[in-house]
């Protein structure tokens, strides 16, 4: 059972990144599944989540209007398209499988079932 990230690197401001959180040993249609980020030196900040079964989202202020989260049920993968990047979201990106029902700051309601190691994402100016 575990999550895998992908997709993280070097991109300039402006440019846009897309991450994989990939499922196994169980199926993200039955878990939430959120995207948290931290940066160094900063205490770790969650940044979306995503109901598959329903395909309800939710977003950080910090995010909203540049970052989608999506799901592929077919891959079990839950995807974070971020675009107009800035220097400010330079972090290592998890992605998290929590129970529960809803997906309003689910950062916040919901302890975390199971993590992934990360994808360090940097945003050079």
């Known amino acids: 059972v575990q999550l895998v990230e992908s997709g993280g690197g070097l991109v300039q401001a402006g440019g846009s990144l897309r991450l994989s959180c990939a499922a196994s040993g169980f199926s993200v249609d039955d878990y939430g599944i959120a995207w948290f980020r931290q940066a160094p030196g900063k205490e770790r900040e969650g940044v979306s989540c995503i109901m598959s079964s329903d395909g309800t989202t939710d977003y950080a202020d910090s995010v909203k209007g540049r970052f989608t989260i999506s799901t592929d049920n077919a891959k079990n993968t839950v995807y974070l398209q971020m675009n107009s990047l800035n220097v400010d979201d330079s972090a290592v990106y998890y992605c998290?499988?929590?129970?529960?029902?809803?997906?309003?700051?689910?950062?916040?309601?919901?302890?975390?079932?199971?993590w992934g190691k990360g994808t360090l994402v940097t945003v050079s100016s």
């Open positions: 998290a499988a929590y129970s529960g029902i809803g997906v309003v700051r689910c950062w916040d309601y919901y302890g975390m079932d199971r």
